[in-house]
C-alpha cells in the first residue's frame, strides 16, 4: 500500500509537473511540497496544517481527496512524533478582547462610508446653523456687558479726547 506522499507524488509526476510549478499554482511553499512527498509530517507545525496543504494538493491533482485524506490521518495518527495543535479555548478573555471581536466582525467596507456621510451630514448641518446665526446676529448684540461701548458725539473735524486723559497744553506759535 502507497503511503500519502507517495500518492501525492506519483499524481504530480503523472501530470508532468514539477515541484514549482505546484508550488506556483496552489501557493504552498516548493519546501512544504517536498515535505508532504517525502511523508515528512513533522515539518509542519500543527496537523491542521498537514491536512489543508494535502487537500490542497490532491484536489490540483485531481486525486480523491476523501481517500486521500482518510489516508492522511491514518498515517499521522500512526505517528507519534505530530503534535496536536495547543488548546487555545482555556485562555481568560477580557473586556478590551470582547471589543475587539466586536469589531472585527463589522464589515468595515459598507460601515465606514455609512460613517462618513453621516459625519459630513452633521457638518454641513452644524455648518448652515452657524452661518444663519452669524448673518442674523448683530455683532454688537454678541458681545458681553461691559464691552459694548456706544459711540461719543464727536464734533466735525475734531477727535474726541479721551476723559481721563490731561488737558491738553496750548503753546502760542512763533
Avoid: C
Avoid at 60 to 88: F, M, R, Y
Avoid at 104 to 114: F, I, M, Y
Avoid at 141 to 148: A, C, D
Amino acid at each position: 500500500m502507497s503511503t500519502v506522499g507517495e500518492l501525492l507524488r506519483e499524481g504530480r509526476e503523472r501530470r508532468q509537473l514539477s515541484v514549482t510549478e505546484v508550488a506556483n499554482s496552489t501557493n504552498i511553499k516548493s519546501d512544504h511540497i517536498r515535505a508532504m512527498e517525502s511523508g515528512n509530517w513533522r515539518a509542519f507545525s500543527a496537523p491542521v496544517y498537514i491536512k489543508g496543504f494535502v487537500r490542497t494538493y490532491a484536489t490540483h491533482l485531481k486525486l480523491p481527496v476523501g481517500e486521500v485524506i482518510a489516508g492522511l490521518e491514518a498515517e499521522l495518527a500512526a505517528d507519534p512524533g505530530v503534535k496536536e495543535s495547543p488548546n487555545l479555548g482555556g485562555l481568560r478573555t477580557g473586556v478590551i478582547d470582547w471589543i475587539m471581536l466586536q469589531f472585527s466582525r463589522v464589515k468595515w467596507v459598507l460601515v465606514l462610508p455609512v460613517l462618513v456621510g453621516v459625519g459630513v451630514l452633521a457638518a454641513g448641518y452644524f455648518g448652515v446653523r452657524a452661518w444663519q446665526k452669524q448673518g442674523s446676529a448683530s455683532p454688537a448684540e454678541t458681545l458681553g456687558p461691559g464691552l459694548l461701548q456706544r459711540p461719543r458725539t464727536v464734533q466735525p473735524g475734531r477727535l474726541p479726547v479721551p476723559t481721563n486723559a490731561p488737558a491738553p497744553v496750548v503753546r502760542p506759535v512763533r
